[in-house]
């Protein structure tokens, strides 16, 4: 798959344990920022959202939390599953307004997580 | 299937060409991305369109250059191509403004090869 060659740290984890996912984002001014996986040979999808006026925030199964102070966000997965496999990119956009159309969204570096069966 | 459709899939070509990639959004979304994954600098931000007027941009190289037409779909054009080019090129749409999700739609991408 495309992802293969990437130079990415790895997380292993057991199926069934439960998964974090850290990253470190740059810009103190930025505001929001997503989670999105990418399975090989596919593009990215988006897993979870949050803004910078919360410090966490829940979906299915995932959670993340944000951390301002030292600019710290994580991604928790739960139960993890082996189709959880993938590369996960935290990313970051500064927005000037909802109804500015500008949008840059910054991606980090990525981690790729695999699931042991 | 995320609604983005990019094309080509594939594409091999020698340095010194010039290729055009496409980029159909998801139907009414006004903003087209393109990003750039290459192996060792991840997912990189190249430019925005909306509604056909570029609206950020990142770090596009000068032989790059992108546009948006009335219909919405999208072009990149990459000259003077260098080995260094070889990545994948994603193309990606979001609705207008972005909604709170903020969320960008990707499609499959296109993988360039620079022999």
């Known amino acids: 798959g495309e992802n293969v060659g990437l130079h990415l740290p790895t997380l292993s984890v057991q199926e069934g344990d439960n998964s974090i996912i850290n990253c470190a984002y740059s810009n103190s001014a930025s505001d929001y920022f997503i989670w999105y996986k990418q399975e090989s040979g596919k593009g990215p999808q988006f897993i979870i959202d949050?803004?910078?006026?919360?410090d966490k925030r829940q979906g299915q199964r995932v959670t993340v939390l944000l951390n301002k102070t030292v600019k710290h966000l994580s991604l928790q997965i739960a139960a993890t599953q082996p189709g959880d496999s993938a590369v996960y990119f935290c990313?970051?956009?500064?927005?000037?307004?909802?109804?500015?159309?500008?949008?840059?969204?910054?991606f980090g570096s990525g981690t790729r997580l695999l699931v042991r069966p | 299937d995320s609604g983005v459709t990019q094309t080509p899939k594939h594409l091999i070509t020698a340095t010194g060409q010039r290729v055009t990639l496409r980029c159909s959004p998801r139907?009414?979304?006004?903003?087209v991305y393109w990003y750039q994954q290459s192996l060792d600098q991840g997912l990189q931000f190249l430019i925005q369109?909306?509604?056909?007027?570029?609206?950020a941009k990142g770090n596009i190289l000068e032989r790059f250059s992108a546009q948006q037409f009335p219909d919405l779909h999208s072009e990149l054009n990459l000259s003077s191509l260098e080995l260094g080019d070889s990545a994948l090129y994603f193309c990606?749409?979001?609705?207008?403004?972005?909604?709170?999700?903020?969320?960008?739609?990707f499609g499959e991408g296109s993988r360039l090869t620079v022999l």
């Open positions: 949050i803004r910078s006026n919360m």
């Open positions: 990313a970051e956009n500064i927005r000037r307004g909802r109804m500015d159309s500008s949008y840059k969204l910054i």
């Open positions: 139907s009414g979304d006004l903003s």
């Open positions: 990606a749409s979001s609705e207008d403004p972005p909604s709170d999700g903020g969320e960008l739609f």
């Open positions: 369109y909306y509604n056909g007027e570029e609206r």
